[in-house]
T-cell receptor
Framework: DAKTTQPPSMDCAEGRAANLPCNHS???????VYWYRQIHSQGPQYIIH???NNETNEMASLIITEDRKSSTLILPHATLRDTAVYYC??????????FGQGTILTVHP | DAGVIQSPRHEVTEMGQEVTLRCKLI?????LFWYRQTMMRGLELLIY????????DSGMPEDRFSAKMPNASFSTLKIQPSEPRDSAVYFC????????????FGPGTRLLVL
């Protein structure tokens, strides 16, 4: 599976958009980009995934560059409850999730 | 739906004792995953099942660990005998077999082996 690179930590003001980047320059054509998050003392939570096109759901938006070598998860209006570790995972269909170190997002009042 | 249910939520035991962790899948899901999370090693996949059949147990640490799915909605992870280094948070997750990358995690069992 392709390796991902994420910043170890980011800050965001409450109410602002949080933009979390992920580099995956070795991604293969059949690999998806998945995002999960883990709030303190809870299990990981699925957020969103995509292959080529940008995706949006009730939680977030996922922007994938045209060359697919990087992506950005956008939380449009961050709240204090969005403080968590965010994991970007590149995986083929029927692959196994491998959680790296992720990005610790801290949302400030 | 109540989501994935794990029990117990906390377990404290002494070295050498048997520990059994339990997991109930989300109704309609047919894939089941057991993970372990520690500060040192992060979140690791131990084993996963499709339709009650173990598919990949390469993450199981050693023979002291065993996992079963006696039916389509329930799984157990057993550690016998337990050791202090088994102390961790154990998560189970379930998914549809055809979209097993989209997993729904339980709240975890915090295990402390003294």
């Amino acid at each position: 599976d392709a390796k991902t690179t994420q910043p170890p930590s980011m800050d965001c003001a409450e109410g602002r958009a949080a933009n979390l980047p992920c580099n995956h320059s070795t991604i293969s054509g059949n690999e998806y980009v998945y995002w999960y998050r883990q709030i303190h003392s809870q299990g990981p939570q699925y957020i969103i995934h995509g292959l080529k096109n940008n995706e949006t759901n009730e939680m977030a938006s996922l922007i994938i560059t045209e060359d697919r070598k990087s992506s950005t998860l956008i939380l449009p209006h961050a709240t204090l409850r969005d403080t968590a570790v965010y994991y970007c995972i590149v995986i083929p269909s029927y692959g196994k999730l491998t959680f790296g170190q992720g990005t610790i997002l801290t949302v400030h009042p | 739906d109540a989501g994935v249910i794990q029990s117990p939520r906390h377990e404290v035991t002494e070295m050498g004792q048997e520990v059994t962790l339990r997991c109930k899948l989300i109704s309609g899901h047919n894939s089941l995953f057991w993970y372990r999370q520690t500060m040192m090693r992060g979140l690791e996949l131990l084993i996963y099942f499709n339709n009650n059949v173990p598919i990949d147990d390469s993450g199981m640490p050693e023979d002291r660990f065993s996992a079963k799915m006696p039916n389509a909605s329930f799984s157990t992870l057993k550690i016998q005998p337990s050791e202090p280094r088994d102390s961790a948070v154990y998560f189970c997750a379930s998914s549809h077999r055809d979209r097993q990358e989209t997993q729904y995690f339980g709240p975890g069992t915090r295990l402390l082996v003294l």
